[in-house]
């Protein structure tokens, strides 16, 4: 298999929405061999991912606004030029936490995130209803969303 190089400008990057996040696919898993991938992500104020935990590592820098990560059993608010690493196997979530939305980059190695972000987006098109497909679409991909706190 090769790969070459490639551009992908602002307005031609692949985009989806997926509960209320806009998705924009930068660097696809297909050309890097399903290596890597790189995402942009919009996260209006409280949407997000709730805490989940995947096999494969995640790092994200936020370009604008906050986000309040949780990882393990802490909670940071990461703002614009902020960077955080979360290693595979850990729980992790995120929400949008600024008035304007939180624009980060999400780096995913190997590739996972795309087609779980696929499957949100064509399956889980009416909230709240909907919201009980997630844990299932995200086992699909390898991805375990924990039970809210009791």
Same mark, same amino acid.
């Given at each position: 298999?090769?790969?070459?190089?490639?551009?992908?400008?602002? #307005?031609?990057?692949?985009?989806?929405?997926?509960?209320?996040? #806009?998705?924009? &696919?930068?660097?696809?898993?297909?050309?890097?061999?399903?290596?890597?991938?790189?995402?942009?992500?919009?996260?209006?104020?409280?949407?997000?991912?709730?805490?989940?935990?995947?096999?494969?590592?995640?790092?994200?820098?936020?370009?604008? @606004?906050?986000?309040?990560?949780?990882? @393990?059993?802490?909670?940071?608010?990461? @703002?614009?030029?902020?960077?955080l690493y979360v290693p595979?196997?850990?729980?992790?979530?995120?929400?949008?936490?600024?008035e304007t939305p939180a624009?980060?980059?999400?780096?995913?190695?190997?590739?996972?995130?795309?087609? &779980? &972000? $696929?499957?949100?987006?064509?399956?889980?098109?009416?909230?709240? $209803? #909907?919201?009980?497909?997630?844990?299932?679409?995200?086992? $699909?991909?390898?991805?375990? &969303?924990?039970?809210?706190?009791?």
């Amino acid at each position: 298999m090769s790969f070459s190089e490639s551009i992908v400008r602002r #307005d031609e990057a692949e985009s989806l929405r997926a509960m209320g996040v #806009d998705v924009h &696919f930068l660097c696809r898993a297909e050309a890097t061999g399903g290596a890597w991938s790189l995402i942009e992500t919009v996260v209006p104020r409280d949407a997000g991912p709730p805490p989940h935990r995947h096999p494969w590592g995640e790092a994200y820098y936020v370009t604008e @606004g906050t986000a309040e990560f949780e990882v @393990g059993n802490r909670r940071e608010l990461v @703002g614009s030029g902020d960077f955080l690493y979360v290693p595979g196997g850990t729980v992790h979530g995120f929400r949008g936490a600024s008035e304007t939305p939180a624009r980060m980059l999400i780096f995913d190695a190997p590739a996972h995130a795309e087609g &779980f &972000f $696929r499957d949100v987006e064509r399956e889980v098109t009416e909230m709240p $209803r #909907d919201l009980a497909k997630v844990p299932v679409i995200g086992q $699909r991909h390898g991805i375990e &969303f924990l039970p809210p706190p009791a």
